[in-house]
């Protein structure tokens, strides 16, 4: 059972480029989690997806970012016209449908911008 | 004030020493509690769920206190090894959308 696999696990991106980090969930987990954890610091929560539907997006930045969980394949975050300020490990993590479950985590996507 | 707080640290003591760490949580509907560890780096890992009677993994012992709304670990005999942040995370109240919400992160340093 693989666990939780995120790519790219670096991403190098120049101001105003898109970044698409994605990220697949343990086999059986529908529950997704993206958390931002900018350097020395601590982790960040972004969005809470299920399948197909943005259950929270609260900690996402009203402009630029986005997340979905399609039917189909990997959890997507995606970032329009990056800045220096976004360069951050972007960490996704699922968990199964029961509740009171534990997260498992990818090992992370580092994005730099440059 | 926010969701889950923890005290940033950083503890700094000599091995074979004895470590606590508290964590407060806003949510007195939350319903599940876990404790995990994270190096520089690295992404979390699961360390240890907490249960309302308490309970202990070897050196480590968890407990939960629902009345003050506080959870806590305890290293017991800190190895150099044990040196990681510390996260405490809540898993949210609701039965069908459940919100897990992480500290910031106590980061221990345990010195020869």
């Known amino acids: 059972n693989a666990g939780v696999m995120q790519n790219p696990r670096h991403l190098v991106r120049r101001r105003g480029q898109e970044a698409r980090l994605r990220c697949s969930p343990m086999?059986?987990?529908?529950?997704v989690y993206w958390y931002r954890q900018l350097p020395e610091e601590g982790l960040k929560f972004m969005v809470y997806?299920?399948?197909?539907?943005?259950?929270?997006e609260s900690g996402m930045p009203k402009e630029r970012f986005s997340a979905e969980f399609p039917k189909e394949g990997p959890s997507i975050l995606r970032i329009q016209q990056v800045v220096r300020g976004d360069s951050a490990a972007y960490f996704c993590a699922s968990s199964p449908q029961l509740n009171r479950a534990e997260a498992f985590f990818g090992q992370g996507t580092r994005l730099t911008v440059v | 004030r926010k969701e889950v707080e923890q005290d940033p640290g950083p503890f700094n003591v000599p091995e074979g020493a004895t470590v606590a760490f508290n964590c407060t949580y806003s949510?007195?509907?939350?319903?599940?509690f876990f404790w995990y560890r994270q190096d520089c780096r690295k992404e979390p890992k699961l360390l240890m769920s907490?249960?309302?009677s308490g309970n202990e993994d070897g050196r480590f012992t968890a407990q939960l206190n629902r009345a003050s709304q506080y959870i806590s670990l305890l290293i017991r005999d800190s190895k150099l090894s044990d040196s990681a942040t510390y996260l405490c995370?809540?898993?949210?109240?609701?039965?069908?959308?459940?919100?897990?919400?992480f500290g910031s992160g106590t980061r221990l340093s345990i010195r020869p």
């Open positions: 949510n007195s509907a939350s319903q599940s």
């Open positions: 995370v809540v898993n949210g109240a609701t039965s069908s959308a459940s919100k897990i919400i």
């Open positions: 086999k059986g987990h529908s529950h």
């Open positions: 997806l299920q399948k197909e539907n943005i259950i929270d």
């Open positions: 907490v249960y309302s």
